[in-house]
């Protein structure tokens, strides 16, 4: 290397070392971390705008990022960042850009041009270090399995982070890094001269381990690692299979970390190990999969943890990163982590110590039906505060019973059939409530695989604990099938794979499920060699599979083109020893598309977690169709969070309606509402330039069969003379 190049690296890398102000603290009038802070409060300390004039918002500017691409679905999930003026977003494609913040102006952007597209569908923020001194600082972003580290001031990635601004987040995992699928949807939190980092991995048999990683921030070098699959001598190795650190996967966080700054703990969720929805090759506990953890920040050392699932078989990951905040009980000020799930719950822990800051008790549950299956035979549940979403499904809760019954996969429309009616496919499955193990007749599960709450997670005002959270109510139908090749018989080895793999996103006849293409019909649309590409390499928001052996792709490339028959992929046992994969999994719906649950199908809720409380509950949405004169506000699916101000004024989008609005934190009542070119299914921000504040939310639409887009919006009140 040349003298002076060695030397521009060196001073590259020192002031790396030498930043203002490494751990960077936001100060609630910018947007300037994930959420708008390290505790994930989602709060903004700006008054400019307040239950009396939000009405009066108009639109300030719009920017059309770009990215969309005919004839496929995109989304924009991203909540932005917003550091002094400028503001810094993602596209559909998942180009990094930076604004003006106060006109829309774009003032640059940055295309990865990675030859891993798996994972490129979905980025849902941005990771900001150093100081308000733009050029002293970086941004980090995710794009496939890369992870970049970006000069905030021109938006170049920084040679000497990785290699040549990057690095790939398939090492370091212990496993043969071209046999893994790790993306990062969601970004790391901050600490210090540390990125702490989760992962997105598959969630079928043969997935990647979700271990835990810092980085650091300067040269990009793994500076600790928590295994979330226990290794031997490690604490929690004894809740798997003695070797399942080798095989299993999953146990990731992909939702998103919290970090207390001030005493170095970083409070990561974790998701289920993989294969989601049987466990037969992990008997036990499974920690620290479904579990919150408190982790040293320095170093990575586990200081407590708990566990929402048990041996999850429902899919039920942390959905959300948690909330900290000082809860309030007798005067006495404890400081609290709050953790929302998918199955509608508020666990909230003194996050110190780890103890339990409402009572939870172990519910006891079935066993399995299922060959090989040892379900836990308890699940923990809060007692306080109650349950944000409806847990049972019962006949009184059907809204059209009669009306002819449609689950996105276990009736082809298309066919010419009588589907039964709602109630009549409602009593042919079991509908018990939370954890009932999933068997080949149909269990239902309420509320569904994307919640209760989801990613968009929720609000915690710092002020007084309350917190802000949306919740779907939308039942859904898992059923699984027995599938060949583990008792020694012949198996088609194509539909076998393709079950196990393909069925759990694309439905249990290969249809589509809601904004995912089918793969009934999908050798029109790509050559067998296409197919298989896809496959090993993933596309759009699919993951790859290159854990999977070149014949395995190829008969699963083969199978659904219809071309199995002119090769024989038949064999007596799969590398997959699974003798379950999903034959059925979708929303459960009547004929003219409407959940079969009386409303609201979707909610915005205020708790006091200092009682345990509800202050209200609300229909979050409407769908216009339903046009029932008692149903005046129906609620949607919704996905996206909330934004609360020191103003008393909550902004949320995330709709199926494709509408933002504005409520009053004090009792729920709507203040202000504005159509979106495309869905906002993403968390909005709020900020100041110049005096003036202002909400911007990404209108990437994609979801729930909305049309996609490219827009970010951002709203003010007018300029007074």
Request: hydrophobic content about 35%; aromatic content about 10%; charged content about 20%.
């Amino acid at each position: 290397m040349r003298p002076y190049l060695l030397g521009l690296l060196l001073l590259s890398f020192l002031a790396c070392e030498t930043s203002e102000n490494n751990n960077f603290v936001p100060n609630h009038t910018q947007w300037n971390s994930y959420l708008g802070d390290a505790e994930r409060t989602h709060y903004s300390s700006l008054s400019q705008i307040d239950v009396a004039n939000v009405s009066q918002l108009q639109l300030a500017w719009e920017y059309q990022s770009g990215g969309l691409e005919v004839g496929r679905t995109t989304q924009i999930q991203t909540n932005p960042l917003v550091v002094g003026d400028v503001l810094y977003g993602v596209n559909a494609a998942i180009e990094l850009f930076a604004l003006n913040a106060a006109t829309g102006e774009e003032l640059w952007k940055f295309s990865p041009n990675t030859k891993d597209n798996s994972g490129l569908g979905l980025n849902r923020g941005l990771s900001y270090w150093g100081s308000e001194d733009k050029e002293k600082s970086r941004l980090f972003f995710s794009s496939g399995s890369k992870l970049f580290a970006i000069d905030a001031a021109s938006g170049k990635a920084i040679a000497s982070f990785g290699e040549d601004g990057s690095i790939d987040l398939r090492h370091g995992l212990g496993r043969a890094p071209e046999t893994l699928s790790v993306v990062a949807n969601t970004p790391g939190a901050i600490y210090n001269n540390l990125l702490i980092m989760g992962t997105r991995v598959g969630e079928g048999p043969g997935s990647s381990p979700g271990h835990i990683r810092a980085y650091n921030v300067c040269s990009g070098a793994i500076e600790w690692t928590f295994h979330t699959i226990p290794q031997p001598g490690e604490f929690g190795h004894d809740t798997w299979p003695n070797d399942a650190y080798q095989t299993v996967g999953g146990a990731n966080s992909w939702a998103g970390i919290a970090v207390d700054r001030e005493r170095g703990i970083a409070y990561v969720p974790t998701g289920s190990a993989a294969f989601d929805w049987y466990g037969g090759d992990r008997a036990g506990a499974n920690l620290f999969a479904n579990s919150l953890l408190a982790l040293d920040a320095n170093t990575g050392e586990r200081i407590w943890h708990f566990q929402m699932v048990h041996h999850d078989m429902w899919d039920r990951d942390l959905p959300a990163p948690p909330n900290l905040f000082e809860m309030d009980r007798q005067g006495e000020k404890i400081a609290a982590v709050a953790q929302v799930t998918k199955s509608g719950h508020v666990f909230v822990f003194n996050r110190v110590t780890g103890e339990p800051l409402f009572p939870i008790e172990e519910k006891a549950y079935p066993a399995s039906s299922l060959k090989g299956e040892q379900a836990f035979a308890t699940q923990p549940l809060p007692v306080l505060p109650k349950p944000f979403a409806r847990q049972i499904l019962t006949e009184a809760d059907l809204y059209n019973p009669n009306q002819p019954a449609f689950v996105d996969d276990f009736v082809d429309k298309d066919q010419n059939i009588d589907p039964p009616t709602v109630l009549e496919k409602f009593r042919s499955v079991t509908s018990e409530g939370q954890f009932i193990p999933i068997d080949t007749t149909g269990v239902m599960l309420y509320p569904g695989a994307d919640g209760g709450a989801e990613w968009g997670g929720a609000a915690l005002d710092p002020r007084d604990g309350v917190m802000y959270v949306n919740s779907n109510e939308m039942a859904w139908i898992v059923r699984m099938k027995a599938v060949g090749g583990t008792d020694g018989q012949t198996v088609n080895l194509g539909e076998s794979l393709t079950q196990i793999q393909c069925a759990r996103c694309h439905g249990g006849e290969l249809q589509g499920l809601a904004g995912i293409p089918e793969l009934q019909n999908v050798k029109e649309r790509f050559s067998v060699d296409s197919i298989a590409s896809i496959i090993k390499n993933g596309k759009g928001a699919m993951p790859g599979m290159p854990n999977l052996s070149d014949s395995e792709i190829s008969a699963i490339a083969h199978f659904i083109s219809g071309l199995e028959e002119e090769t024989d992929h038949r064999v007596e046992e799969t590398s997959v020893k699974v003798p379950y994969a999903v034959a059925g999994f979708g929303r459960f719906k009547d004929d003219r598309g409407f959940p079969v649950v009386k409303p609201p199908w979707g909610t915005l809720n205020a708790i006091d977690l200092n009682s345990g409380e509800y202050l209200w509950q609300i229909p979050l949405g409407h769908d216009k169709n339903l046009n029932d004169p008692q149903i005046p506000i129906t609620g949607t699916e919704n996905y996206g969070g909330p934004v609360i101000t020191s103003s008393g004024v909550l902004f949320i989008a995330a709709t199926r309606d494709e509408k933002i609005r504005a409520f009053a934190m004090e009792n729920g009542n709507m203040l202000w509402e504005d159509s979106l070119p495309a869905g906002g299914y993403a968390t909005p921000a709020t900020y100041e330039v110049n005096g003036k504040q202002y909400v911007v939310i990404a209108c990437g639409g994609g979801k729930m069969g909305t049309k996609s887009g490219d827009t970010y919006r951002a709203y003010a009140l007018p300029d007074i003379p």
